[in-house]
T-cell receptor, first 114, second 112 residues
Framework: GQQLNQSPQSMFIQEGEDVSMNCTSS?????WLWYKQDPGEGPVLLIA?????ELTSNGRLTAQFGITRKDSFLNISASIPSDVGIYFC??????????????FGRGTQLTVWP | DAGVTQSPTHLIKTRGQQVTLRCSPI?????VSWYQQVLGQGPQFIFQ???????GRGNFPDRFSARQFPNYSSELNVNALLLGDSALYLC???????????FGPGTRLTVL
């Protein structure tokens, strides 16, 4: 199956700092999605990206669809304690039998110190 | 508007038993996908149903089956449970077959 390499695996930062994480794939994706998951809950969609080079913001979050279509980046500015959680990247291939399937990275565990 | 709902929230079963998990998608959404998430990993795709037809299947054994009803709700069935089936089972709904997927809170299955 498709492998998404997400890094870093974990981050420990101080409140107010900016955060960057990324996801790479060996395959070309048609869609990139970023989710946040709190313990014991389902992932919550943060940002969806549909075009190569696309840069999309959602509040303090900004994500980019890599120009090669094989990577994506998520930035969080001025982190706050409620940003704590696991962030997942997910991608969808262009078509065929795998059209609707999301392939997930292993997640980035973010810890924010006050 | 209600989001994706799943039931039950938690479930404890013993090896060899069978389990049925239920999911109701966001109103107006026609696609439901099922994922399995074990601790420390990202969700793994099991099935997608769109317009009541199976449109995709992940690398899971035949013990796993699902269906989608005329109201677009869905059930995931797992037979002959194994210890390794213990996981968080997530349901996601989307309007179409591709695009944004919105997840429910999950069903935590423990197999003893």
């Amino acid at each position: 199956g498709q492998q998404l390499n997400q890094s870093p695996q974990s981050m420990f930062i101080q409140e107010g700092e900016d955060v960057s994480m990324n996801c790479t794939s060996s395959s070309i994706f048609n869609t990139w999605l970023w989710y946040k998951q709190d313990p014991g809950e389902g992932p919550v969609l943060l940002i969806a990206l549909y075009k190569a080079g696309e840069l999309t913001s959602n509040g303090r979050l900004t994500a980019q669809f890599g120009i090669t279509r094989k990577d994506s980046f998520l930035n969080i500015s001025a982190s706050i304690p409620s940003d704590v959680g696991i962030y997942f990247c997910a991608g969808q291939l262009k078509g065929g039998s795998t059209l609707g399937r999301l392939y997930f990275g292993r997640g980035t565990q973010l810890t924010v110190w006050p | 508007d209600a989001g994706v709902t799943q039931s039950p929230t938690h479930l404890i079963k013993t090896r060899g038993q069978q389990v049925t998990l239920r999911c109701s998608p966001i109103s107006g959404h026609k696609s439901v996908s099922w994922y399995q998430q074990v601790l420390g990993q990202g969700p793994q795709f099991i099935f997608q149903y769109y317009e009541k037809e199976e449109r995709g299947r992940g690398n899971f054994p035949d013990r796993f089956s699902a269906r989608q009803f005329p109201n677009y709700s869905s059930e995931l069935n797992v037979n002959a449970l194994l210890l390794g089936d213990s996981a968080l089972y997530l349901c996601a709904s989307s309007f179409g077959q591709s695009g944004e997927q919105f997840f429910g809170p999950g069903t935590r299955l423990t197999v003893l």
